[in-house]
């Protein structure tokens, strides 16, 4: 029978930048059940904690991943080597462009980015070779739309700013993972009251016939993990989303 020490993940460390909730935390849970040593960060300590418990005991740091000094003292502090990074903090901007700021605009258009960079600047050294940066973007943002506002231009960066970066940061892969609704506590914060409303719409609708899960998105981040053929691509995950709406 095999045991988590088996997995395809065994004897390796994955650092979860967002990792007590949605999609970071999955994807802790599954890396775990692949036998990787997991790191969950976020904001929040008591969320952490109850993520850690939840794992049955993790280590965990809390920080807000967009203050650079924190972020730098965390990485330093970690035992290295790290083999995957997983970046889910950080969230869109929607709204309307003229009502935005000449700095909510600067923002919006590059603090994935920048959280991005940061994260590879501090990683990169502590990395072996064919470990994975995972970047989240997404497939919703690609269509132009009144309420989408600058969320498409920031959308429609982060595809070629991967495949850059990929380069740079060459034996360490790079991959951004484009998603479209995932059920988590991020979309729930979102849609309010309209949640229940929005996930029969997608049942509905979606080819796939169901809601996509952070569960679903941890199973390709594993596999962006895993596979060492993968690099400077974006993979899109939304149950065929974009083509029906
Ligand atoms: N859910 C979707 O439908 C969807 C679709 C496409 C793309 N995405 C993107 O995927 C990413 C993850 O989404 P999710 O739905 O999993 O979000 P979520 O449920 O809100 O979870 C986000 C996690 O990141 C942490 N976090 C957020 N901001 C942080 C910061 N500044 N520093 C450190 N930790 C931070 C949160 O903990 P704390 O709050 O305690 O910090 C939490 O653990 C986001 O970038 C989102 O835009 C989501």
Do not use: C
């Amino acid at each position: 029978m095999s045991t988590p020490r088996d997995g395809a993940l065994a004897g390796q460390t994955v650092v979860l930048i967002g990792g007590s909730a949605g999609i970071g935390f999955e994807t802790a849970r599954r890396a775990k059940a692949e036998g990787a040593e997991v790191v969950l960060t976020g904001r929040h300590p008591e969320r952490l904690e109850q993520a850690a418990r939840e794992l049955g005991g993790a280590r965990s740091a809390a920080f807000d991943a967009t203050d650079t000094a924190a972020l730098a003292s965390f990485f330093q502090d970690l035992p290295a080597p790290i083999d995957h990074v997983l970046v889910t903090a950080g969230g869109p901007h929607y709204g309307p462009l003229l009502k935005m700021s000449g700095a909510e605009v600067s923002e919006a258009l590059s603090d994935h980015i920048v959280l991005a960079l940061e994260v590879a600047r501090n990683a990169a050294g502590r990395m072996r070779p064919g470990g994975a940066l995972l970047l989240m973007g997404g497939t919703g943002g690609r269509r132009i739309g009144h309420g989408l506002g600058i969320v498409s231009a920031a959308t429609a960066a982060l595809p070629p700013f991967t495949a850059a970066l990929a380069l740079e940061l060459a034996p360490v892969r790079v991959n951004l993972i484009a998603a479209g609704f995932v059920d988590t506590p991020l979309s729930a914060s979102l849609l309010g009251d309209q949640l229940d409303e929005r996930r029969d719409e997608l049942r509905s609708t979606l080819p796939i016939g169901r809601v996509v899960g952070p569960e679903d998105v941890a199973a390709l981040a594993v596999h962006l993990m895993t596979n060492t053929a993968l690099t400077g691509a974006t993979y899109d995950i939304d149950g065929g989303q974009q083509f029906v709406w």
